[in-house]
């Protein structure tokens, strides 16, 4: 149960301040100030891209820890973006905005927003989500997904949903046997922990980690 595996890390890894630093730093300088707006109309779209961003960070530094994990994949203001890369008609590629997204003959067919494997071979791919919509259409999504991985892999491919805190019962029937979920709780409010004059201007060096990886090597 690799996914499993992954969402045990997520549940224990404890948020610091250096988290907050470098979630906040892959937003655009406009979506930060967006941020720490919370009147602005945009305010909750900022915080679905920051909670995103930070579980990213958790998931970075928790995979250090552990040899569960072999890679997990590069995105925000990590990846290295080719321009070459939009004409490649299959496979991971980066956008402008540096997701996660798979093409397949020559057209995007998905996009996601973690990308893990495991030591055991299986690749584990994640949403990170603030508010559950529809059960019905996101389990097709899901499904959808899952056999677009193991066509382009060939591994065994599970499914992580990350959320801000626990859904009810029916907001897990998307997840198969073999998938998982993990609660970060309150993580999208956590941006409060950080002034805004600390992140809003300065720049700041990517997180250390020994198993972020370029889309093009996982």
Not at 72 to 79: I, L, N, Q, T
Not at 108 to 123: F, M, N, P, Y
Not at 187 to 212: F, I, M, Q
Request: aromatic share 8%; with cysteine.
């Amino acid at each position: 149960m690799s996914a499993a595996e992954v969402a045990e890390l997520l549940m224990h890894a404890e948020v610091t301040l250096s988290h907050v630093r470098h979630a906040v730093h892959h937003l655009t300088k406009s979506e930060r100030v967006i941020l720490y707006d919370e009147v602005n109309p945009l305010h909750r779209s900022a915080l679905g891209i920051y909670f995103e961003a930070l579980v990213y960070e958790l998931l970075l530094s928790a995979a250090d820890t552990s040899d569960a994990v072999v890679s997990v994949v590069a995105k925000f203001s990590d990846a290295e973006i080719v321009p070459s890369d939009r004409y490649a008609s299959d496979g991971l590629w980066y956008s402008r905005d540096s997701g996660i997204r798979f093409k397949v003959r020559g057209k995007v067919a998905a996009e996601v927003d973690l990308l893990i494997k495991t030591a055991d071979g299986v690749r584990v791919f994640g949403e990170v989500i603030i508010h559950p919509s529809g059960v019905r259409g996101f389990r097709n999504e899901v499904a959808a997904k899952r056999q677009l991985l193991t066509d382009q892999y060939g591994d065994p491919v599970e499914f992580l949903l990350v959320l801000p805190a626990a859904p009810p019962k029916r907001g897990l029937r998307c997840l198969a046997k073999e998938d998982s979920y993990a609660v970060v709780p309150n993580g999208y409010a956590s941006y409060l922990l950080v002034h805004p004059g600390e992140v809003l201007k300065r720049k700041l060096s990517p997180s250390t980690s020994t198993k972020r990886v370029n889309g093009n090597n996982w």
